[in-house]
């Protein structure tokens, strides 16, 4: 069995990059990255974090169950609320969007669902950061 954590990977950032709603959030463009920014990359921004592949084999399939996790970075000027208010929005955006059957190369999203979503003040007490969880069931193409 093959691992589909790349291909989920892949569908997760073109799923978020051709969001208008997503972009328009951000104020006209979709800033991505992938385990880790730049040191200067401008707020808000969205990263592509950590994932866990489960084997899920059964007699029939040789399924895998991936859990996501999306980190979404706010800071707007000083303003901790402002902060807080624009990554939830943008975290609301993303749930909806990664909550879907992601085509997947070589692979078939059988099952998703929402998991979790954690807001957060960084300690600076000027950035916002939400986690955004999802849980896929996938199976061979």
Known sequence: MS???LALQNAMEAALRSSPALAEA???RVRLYTLSPDDRAPFPYIVIGEDQII?????????????????????????????RAQAKTIAGIVRTILNAPLPLA??????WRFET?????D???RTAHSVVEHRYLIDPA
């Open 55 to 83: 084997d899920d084999e059964t007699e029939c399939a040789a399924s895998s169950e991936a859990f996501t996790t999306v980190h979404v970075w706010s800071r707007v000027e000083d303003d901790v609320s402002a902060s």
């Open 26 to 28: 951000m104020g006209g």
């Open 123 to 125: 300690p600076d007490q």
């Open 106 to 111: 070589g692979f078939v999203t059988t099952e």
């Open 117 to 121: 979503a954690r807001h957060l003040t």
């Open 3 to 5: 691992d589909p954590s």
